[in-house]
């Protein structure tokens, strides 16, 4: 698998800057960057609450959340979040658009590490040190809801349905990394993330047969710790296997049960 190696002669935050040519919005930054919070972008109103932070919560803890919640400013896309080794200072809800967590392995490799896609939360890799282990970065034009930490964990002190609901994702996200790191075959590896995929990005969590890929194919192969051109080969061999279509980063799914047997020995729980 050929992987891009973060030269070690810069710190990886000017590496950042020069090669990305983009400004970095950190997690401390959140106070300077935020905008007031309209009526239909309060956590009790929104659409997609019932798949993000407020899940479970009875409508007045909901907005009690409300209070505490600050809308981020559009980032572009590479714009870094924040970055490996920050500490903690918020958890972030994706709004829009879609971000990859990366982080840098002992011979200056970047890994990617996952993808976040609309409501789903980006910084509990901070909780356990308070220091950010990834750097999070956006993948395309997009948006997230800012939920200071601080004032995060008291709520959960007197609100113990947010409590549940932090350890229920924080346990989604290592269940999330299964067919990552298991001894599962690259056919395997790549029908286990497209269905994961497919289950994601609808708007109800239900499996949308039609999904725009907001990451490169680069990113997938290094994801899946698969070679590029092993990436491209599997693809194509779903393709003449009439298990999906793809065209360009549009990929329509064709035969679900088949491509649900090919994934069918990683966990449910890791799609």
Same mark, same amino acid.
């Given at each position: 698998?050929?992987?891009?190696?973060?030269?070690?002669?810069?710190?990886?935050?000017?590496?950042?800057?020069?090669?990305?040519?983009?400004?970095?919005?950190? @997690? #401390?930054?959140? *106070?300077? /960057?935020?905008? $007031?919070?309209?009526?239909?972008?309060? +956590?009790?109103?929104?659409?997609?609450?019932?798949?993000?932070?407020?899940?479970?919560?009875?409508?007045?803890?909901?907005?009690?959340?409300?209070?505490?919640?600050?809308?981020?400013?559009?980032?572009?896309?590479?714009?870094?979040?924040?970055?490996?080794?920050?500490?903690?200072?918020?958890?972030?809800?994706?709004?829009?658009?879609?971000?990859?967590?990366?982080?840098?392995?002992?011979?200056?490799?970047?890994?990617?590490?996952?993808?976040?896609?609309?409501?789903?939360?980006?910084?509990?890799?901070?909780?356990? @040190? #308070?220091?950010? *282990?990834? /750097?999070?970065? $956006?993948?395309?034009?997009?948006?997230? +809801?800012?939920?200071?930490?601080?004032?995060?964990?008291?709520?959960?002190?007197?609100?113990?349905?947010?409590?549940?609901?932090?350890?229920?994702?924080?346990?989604?996200?290592?269940?999330?990394?299964?067919?990552?790191?298991?001894?599962?075959?690259?056919?395997?590896?790549?029908?286990?993330?497209?269905?994961?995929?497919?289950?994601?990005?609808?708007?109800?969590?239900?499996?949308?047969?039609?999904?725009?890929?907001?990451?490169?194919?680069?990113?997938?192969?290094?994801?899946?710790?698969?070679?590029?051109?092993?990436?491209?080969?599997?693809?194509?061999?779903?393709?003449?296997?009439?298990?999906?279509?793809?065209?360009?980063?549009?990929?329509?799914?064709?035969?679900?049960?088949?491509?649900?047997?090919?994934?069918?020995?990683?966990?449910?729980?890791?799609?």
């Amino acid at each position: 698998m050929r992987r891009r190696r973060i030269p070690t002669t810069l710190p990886i935050d000017a590496y950042c800057l020069n090669e990305m040519n983009s400004s970095v919005l950190t @997690a #401390g930054a959140w *106070q300077q /960057s935020e905008e $007031a919070v309209v009526p239909d972008h309060l +956590c009790s109103r929104c659409p997609r609450g019932r798949f993000c932070l407020p899940l479970g919560l009875p409508l007045d803890e909901a907005q009690r959340l409300d209070s505490v919640m600050r809308i981020g400013r559009v980032m572009q896309t590479k714009q870094y979040l924040f970055h490996a080794g920050e500490p903690l200072k918020a958890l972030y809800a994706v709004r829009t658009g879609a971000f990859k967590s990366t982080a840098i392995d002992c011979d200056g490799y970047e890994q990617v590490i996952g993808f976040q896609l609309p409501s789903e939360l980006i910084g509990l890799d901070g909780v356990h @040190a #308070g220091v950010h *282990q990834c /750097s999070v970065s $956006a993948l395309t034009v997009s948006s997230v +809801c800012i939920f200071p930490y601080k004032a995060l964990m008291e709520m959960t002190s007197d609100v113990s349905t947010l409590a549940r609901q932090l350890m229920r994702l924080m346990c989604k996200e290592i269940n999330g990394n299964m067919a990552v790191i298991g001894d599962y075959m690259a056919e395997e590896r790549l029908a286990a993330f497209l269905l994961g995929l497919a289950m994601r990005v609808h708007p109800r969590g239900e499996l949308s047969t039609r999904v725009v890929l907001p990451m490169p194919r680069a990113d997938i192969a290094n994801h899946l710790r698969i070679a590029g051109e092993t990436l491209s080969r599997v693809l194509a061999r779903f393709q003449g296997q009439g298990l999906i279509e793809l065209d360009h980063r549009v990929m329509h799914i064709v035969d679900l049960d088949g491509l649900e047997h090919v994934s069918r020995r990683v966990p449910p729980a890791s799609l």
